[in-house]
C-alpha cells in the first residue's frame, strides 16, 4: 500500500514539474536589420516643385516609397494669387487633389502655404486668418497624410523673412511679434490637436511662447550646416542650442541644407547636429551638393537609417500558455536606434493570429511611441485574453499601426529587425507562439 502511495505521489510530482514546463515563459532574442527600409514621418524626402502648380504623379511618388525608402515629400502650397482675395475653389480643389493622389501612393507631406517666393508680398494679418479659416476643413479632413506643418505664410518662401506685413528681419515691432503669433496660434488652431506646427529659428517660438516647454510646435532648419548661425538661424547659438537639444525631443525637427561649407558642412558636425537636434527628416534635393558630399564621406547611410525613430526588437519574454479570459503576461525589449521619437500619435497592439484558421485578434497596448527616446526601452504589459477567443495555438505580433490609416499597413511602422516584417500586414512577427486553452 506504501508503494503504491509512493507511485502515485512521484506521478503527481512528475505531472506537476511537466505543467511548470509548459507554462514556464519563453524568452525570444532578435537579430537586429542594418537594412534602409521606408517608414512613415521619417527619413530623407523628396521636393521637387511647388506643389500649388503642376500635380503630383502617384506613380512616381509610390515609386520614392518602394524603391528609394522615402515616405515624405514636401508641399508648398502658393497662394500668389489671393494676396487680397479669397482662395478660389479650383485653388482648394488642386490642394485636396494633390493630397488625395499621395494618399493613395502611401506617402505623408510636410505641408505649408506660402504667399511669394520672389519678394516680399505677402498677405496682411487679417488676410491670412482669413485663408486659415478657408484651409481649415483640408486640414482636418486630410491629417491621415499631414506629417507636420511648417508655420509658413509669413515672408519669401513662407520662412518670415523679408515680409511686408509682419516687419522685416531685424525691424520686428512689438505689433509685428503679436500678429506673428497671431497666425501662428490661428494655424495650431485649424490644424487637428494630433498634428504640430514648426516655426523657422528658436527665437521665434522663444520670443513668442517663453523658454519652457510648449507642445505642438517645433522646428525646421532650412540653411542647416551654411555658416556659423546657418544663415540667421541662430541668434545666440550657446542658449539656442541647448534649448533645441532639449525641445526638440517632443517636438519634430526638420529641414534642408543650403550651401557647401566645409568643414561645418561635413559628415562630423551633420551627424552630431542632426542627432543632437534629434532630426526626423531631412531634404534629400536641396542642396545636392551638400548630400553628395554626405555620400562621399560615407555618413549619407547612416542619416538614411537614422532620421527620426528607427526602433529595433532586442529581446521578449512571452507565456506558453494562458486561459480565456485571463492574463497574459509580455515584455518586449525595444532600443530607439534612430535619432529621434515617433512625434505624431501612434497605436501599439498585441496581435494573436491563430496558427489554423489564420484569424486575427488585436489587443490595445497602453503604449505612447511618442515615449520612445533614443536608447533602451521596455514595453511590459499584462493583457486579458478574449473571453470568447478559440482555444488553440496563435502567434504573436506587435503592431504600430496609423491611428488615422488603421487599414493601410504601408503606414505601420516597420522594426528593424531580420525575419519580423510582415509588409502584407503591417505587422512585427514576434517569433513566439502562446496555446489558448
Same mark, same amino acid.
Given at each position: ?19 511548470? #514546463?509548459?507554462?514556464?515563459? /519563453? ?35 509610390? =515609386? ?33 487633389? !494633390? ?21 516680399? #508680398? ?17 486640414? !482636418? ?5 499631414? /506629417? ?29 511679434? #503679436? ?32 523658454? =519652457? ?31 533645441? !537639444? ?134 511590459? !504589459? ?29 503606414? /505601420? ?25
Amino acid at each position: 500500500m506504501s508503494v503504491r502511495r509512493w507511485v502515485s505521489g512521484a506521478a503527481a510530482i512528475v505531472l506537476s514539474a511537466s505543467l511548470i #514546463a509548459a507554462a514556464a515563459p /519563453s524568452r525570444v532574442t532578435y537579430q537586429a536589420s542594418s537594412a534602409d527600409f521606408a517608414n512613415p514621418e521619417r527619413g530623407l524626402y523628396h521636393h521637387t516643385s511647388s506643389c500649388d502648380a503642376g500635380a503630383f504623379d502617384e506613380n512616381v511618388l509610390r =515609386g520614392y516609397r518602394t524603391t528609394e525608402n522615402i515616405s515624405l515629400v514636401m508641399c508648398i502650397f502658393y497662394l500668389r494669387d489671393y494676396r487680397t482675395s479669397p482662395i478660389s475653389a479650383a485653388a482648394l480643389t488642386h490642394l485636396q487633389n !494633390q493630397l488625395d493622389t499621395v494618399r493613395r501612393a502611401g506617402l505623408k507631406v510636410v505641408l505649408r502655404f506660402a504667399y511669394t517666393d520672389t519678394d516680399d #508680398a505677402d498677405a496682411t494679418p487679417n488676410q491670412v486668418s482669413a485663408h486659415l479659416d478657408q484651409l481649415a476643413p483640408y486640414l !482636418q479632413r486630410n491629417a491621415d497624410v499631414i /506629417s507636420v506643418v511648417q508655420a509658413g505664410l509669413i515672408g519669401t518662401w513662407g520662412e518670415w523673412w523679408d515680409t511686408r506685413n509682419f516687419g522685416d528681419e531685424g525691424v520686428i515691432s512689438a505689433q509685428n511679434w #503679436a500678429d506673428r503669433k497671431r497666425v501662428t496660434d490661428k494655424l495650431l488652431s485649424v490644424l487637428p490637436a494630433s498634428r504640430a506646427i514648426q516655426l523657422r529659428t528658436p527665437k521665434f517660438k522663444r520670443t513668442m511662447y517663453g523658454t =519652457g516647454a510648449v507642445p505642438r510646435i517645433g522646428h525646421h532648419n532650412d540653411c542647416f550646416l551654411a555658416s556659423p548661425d546657418d544663415y540667421g538661424t541662430y541668434e545666440n547659438p550657446a542658449v539656442e542650442y541647448p534649448y533645441l !537639444q532639449q525641445d526638440t525631443r517632443t517636438n519634430p525637427m526638420g529641414g534642408e541644407t543650403c550651401v557647401v561649407n566645409p568643414p561645418r558642412s561635413q559628415c562630423p558636425t551633420a551627424v552630431s547636429e542632426l542627432s543632437g537636434f534629434h532630426w526626423s527628416y531631412l531634404n534629400v534635393n536641396y542642396n545636392p551638393d551638400v548630400i553628395a558630399g554626405f555620400a562621399a564621406e560615407g555618413c549619407l547611410p547612416d542619416i538614411k537609417r537614422k532620421l527620426g525613430y528607427r526602433l529595433t526588437l532586442t529581446s521578449g519574454t512571452y507565456p506558453s500558455s494562458a486561459s480565456r479570459g485571463g492574463p497574459l503576461a509580455i515584455s518586449i525589449g525595444l532600443r530607439n536606434d534612430g535619432w529621434a521619437a515617433p512625434y505624431n500619435p501612434r497605436t501599439v497592439r498585441l496581435v494573436l493570429r491563430s496558427n489554423t484558421t489564420g484569424a486575427v485578434t488585436r489587443i490595445p497596448l497602453p503604449a505612447d511611441p511618442r515615449t520612445w527616446q533614443p536608447g533602451a526601452t521596455t514595453l511590459a !504589459q499584462t493583457v486579458t485574453v478574449p473571453s470568447a477567443l478559440a482555444t488553440g495555438s496563435y502567434r504573436l505580433l506587435l503592431e504600430l499601426p496609423d491611428p488615422l490609416l488603421a487599414n493601410r499597413p504601408e503606414y /505601420s511602422i516597420r522594426l528593424a529587425n531580420e525575419g519580423t516584417w510582415e509588409a502584407a500586414t503591417g505587422f512585427n512577427n514576434l517569433n513566439a507562439t502562446v496555446s489558448i486553452r
